[in-house]
């Protein structure tokens, strides 16, 4: 069993900052990417942010810039922090893990439950 729980949503003004975490558990062997997608009222999903285990980031060109993606392979956990938030950044935010639970595994994605995010004065 495997679970990723996030935690951090809120309700916030314009221009102020969330920090999301996203915390992997359960048989783990190893996890290549790692990423946060949000979905918004009436929207599809969309990729916000992701790493991968060795290389260079990914953005959306609407948050490069303003959010940064980090990740502590010891915790087995990915972190995206926010800053100058919008009121288009409103949505469920959910975490995306790539990973093998045992080392003979393929490859296999995971999502969390989301967490709410929510920017309005």
């Known amino acids: 069993q495997v679970q990723l729980v996030e935690s951090g949503g809120d309700l916030v003004q314009p221009g102020g900052s969330l920090r999301l975490s996203c915390a992997a558990s359960?048989?783990?062997?190893?996890?290549?990417?790692m990423g946060w997608y949000r979905q918004a009222p009436g929207k599809q999903r969309e990729l916000v942010a992701s790493?991968?285990?060795?290389?260079?980031?990914t953005y959306a060109d609407s948050v490069e810039g303003r959010f940064a993606i980090s990740r502590d392979n010891a915790k087995n956990t990915v972190y995206l922090q926010m800053n100058s938030l919008k009121p288009e950044d409103t949505a469920v935010y959910y975490c995306?893990?790539?990973?093998?639970?045992?080392?003979?595994?393929?490859?296999?994605?995971?999502w969390g439950q989301g967490t709410q995010v929510t920017v309005s004065s």
């Open positions: 995306n893990a790539n990973l093998r639970r045992f080392i003979i595994s393929s490859p296999r994605e995971y």
């Open positions: 790493i991968p285990s060795g290389g260079s980031t």
């Open positions: 359960g048989s783990i062997f190893s996890i290549d990417a």
